[in-house]
């Protein structure tokens, strides 16, 4: 079992900055594709930013620009740097992460989520 746990939300005025951290824990296989999601009150959970093993990168729209996804596969850890933060970046922010295994005919992911850490940007 692959444990996450994110950290360094909290409060942050408009303009300011975060930098959020993933560590994982837990499970000696290989992560493969690690993410940050999140989810405003009442809104579904959405991405923010994925980077896969070998270090390819998507950003939401509303990220790219501001938002800079990186990660250390040996240290297994995963940071956000969230710059020029909005209002509406408020949300809970979790960690999202994946292993794959090779069967012997197939592939099994299985993927894993953080307990989340809360982002509040106030206006």
């Known amino acids: 079992q692959l444990q996450l746990v994110e950290s360094g939300g909290g409060l942050v005025q408009a303009g300011g900055s975060l930098r959020l951290t993933c560590s994982a824990s837990g499970s000696v296989f290989p992560i493969n594709d690690m993410a940050w999601y999140r989810q405003a009150p009442d809104k579904e959970r959405e991405l923010v930013a994925k980077?896969?093993?070998?270090?390819?990168?998507n950003y939401a729209r509303s990220a790219r620009g501001r938002f800079t996804i990186s990660r250390d596969n040996i240290q297994r850890r995963m940071w956000l740097q969230m710059n020029n933060l909005k209002p509406e970046d408020t949300a809970v922010y979790y960690c999202?992460?994946?292993?794959?295994?090779?069967?012997?005919?197939?592939?099994?992911?299985?993927?894993?989520w953080g307990q989340g850490t809360q982002v509040t940007v106030s206006s």
């Open positions: 980077i896969s093993r070998r270090g390819d990168i």
């Open positions: 999202a992460a994946d292993i794959r295994l090779f069967l012997g005919d197939r592939w099994d992911q299985t993927d894993y």
